[in-house]
């Protein structure tokens, strides 16, 4: 298998939800925070988007099942910028915290979990939610009884 096959077949198991994340209807991820860092987001949130008139599902031109698969692809995008975010904020916190001030490691830390730990969970949470929606659908449009019914809002 070559180097590319490798690679592509990391990021495509890294993506996938995994058990811990999809159990209890995502429940690991409302203990942590994810609907409250969602909803109140500076930048993006569900506040500012409601405010801005933005909507982040745009299914005008070609139907709802291709809107989720396009959203749920850019939700693969947005985590492996954060990944990317995070990694060099790594490798920048542990330059400064070896080479000049020792003190500022738990600042440099909770900024990196702000910045990009919370925005990777709350990829990994939309795209779960899409993932369910999209399966929903797919019963639905093949006659039967969808497994679960769409859960928990936000």
């Not at 209807?25 to 942590?32: A, G």
Request: charged share 20%; proline share 3%; hydrophobic share 45%.
């Amino acid at each position: 298998m070559s180097g590319f096959h490798v690679w592509n077949a990391f990021w495509h198991w890294y993506f996938e939800p995994k058990a811990f994340e999809t159990a209890g209807d995502c429940r690991i991820y409302r203990l942590i925070g994810v609907r409250s860092f969602k909803r109140y987001l500076p930048t993006s949130g569900d506040l500012v988007s409601r405010w801005q008139g933005i909507t982040r599902i745009q299914r005008a031109h070609c139907g709802l099942n291709q809107a989720l698969l396009r959203y749920e692809s850019v939700t693969r995008s947005h985590e492996a910028r954060h990944i990317f975010g995070a990694l060099s904020m790594l490798a920048i916190s542990w330059w400064s915290i070896t080479f000049h001030d020792k003190g500022q490691w738990l600042a440099l830390i909770a900024a990196n979990l702000l910045i990009n730990g919370y925005p990777i969970v709350l990829q990994r949470y939309n795209r779960i939610r899409l993932q369910r929606a999209l399966a929903h659908f797919a019963a639905l449009h093949n006659g039967r009884k969808a497994d679960r019914p769409l859960a928990s809002t936000g």
